[in-house]
């Protein structure tokens, strides 16, 4: 979704830059033929172009920034769930108390002295 995002962006930003420099070119040759009607005409036409592509892109822009924000909140909920999987572990069903969270029937658990090291 945000590679989706970051690609129309990109494709309206480098629309605008084109539409842009276009502009730019065309008040370059008003400048140097003011006479010429056709081009006040197509100066007008460029600058409602320039300003849909400019709306255009920052629509494209705020849906980039919400779908990044929702692909970091994805991955915070993911992160989470990885972490309470990993911190919670299953007690063995045929053994209770203690025991049941032994991996292994010599497995000390936290707090667990063996008693035959110490003397």
Do not use: C
Not at 26 to 46: A, C, H, S, T
Not at 74 to 103: A, C, M, W, Y
């Amino acid at each position: 979704m945000v590679d989706d995002r970051h690609m129309v962006y990109t494709d309206t930003y480098k629309a605008y830059k084109e539409a842009e420099d276009k502009y730019l070119n065309l008040l370059f040759n008003i400048e140097r033929m003011p006479e010429e009607e056709e081009l006040w005409i197509m100066k007008r036409d460029q600058m409602m172009e320039l300003v849909q592509l400019r709306e255009m892109m920052l629509q494209a822009r705020a849906d980039l920034d919400n779908a990044m924000q929702e692909w970091e909140a994805h991955l915070t909920e993911v992160q989470g769930e990885i972490k309470k999987n990993n911190l919670v572990k299953p007690f063995n069903p045929n053994f209770t108390g203690k025991d049941g969270q032994r991996s292994s029937p010599g497995q000390l658990l936290p707090g667990e002295v063996n008693s035959k090291k110490r003397r």
